[in-house]
């Protein structure tokens, strides 16, 4: 199997703003090549407050998913905090590829940068 079950994003932060068309987000962008579906499951940690554990998305078998991270909610509805600084674990039931990247237009020149996670 070409993946692995666990991967860290070290840096990640939503940003409070937008300008022009763009919305400043970032993604989780997953690639899942094995027979089964992947359930993925994302912690959140933070520099001043307890980890949030309950986010779940679904990546089907051989296929890509790009997880929006402005636009994901917890079991219990909660948005990903926007403003505040956080690092991301990233662990599925199957092998998985995990990239990251972010879209930043809080500012007239946008900025765009994508990395892979460090798996485990």
Known sequence: ???????????????????????SHE???VLNLG???????LTFYFEDQ???????????????HHIRLDKLKSK???PVPHGVPYAIKV???VPIVVQH?????????L????TMGYSV
């Open 50 to 64: 307890a980890p949030i554990a309950d986010f779940e998305s679904v990546c089907g078998a051989q296929r890509t």
């Open 1 to 23: 199997m070409i993946g692995k079950t666990t991967w860290v994003i070290p840096d990640g932060f939503l940003p409070t703003t937008s300008s022009g068309d763009q919305v």
């Open 27 to 29: 993604a989780v962008c």
């Open 101 to 109: 990247s972010r879209l930043d237009t809080s500012q007239e020149a």
């Open 76 to 78: 219990t509805g909660a």
């Open 91 to 93: 662990d599925s039931n």
């Open 111 to 114: 900025a765009l940068f994508t």
């Open 35 to 41: 027979d089964e579906d992947a359930v993925i499951q």
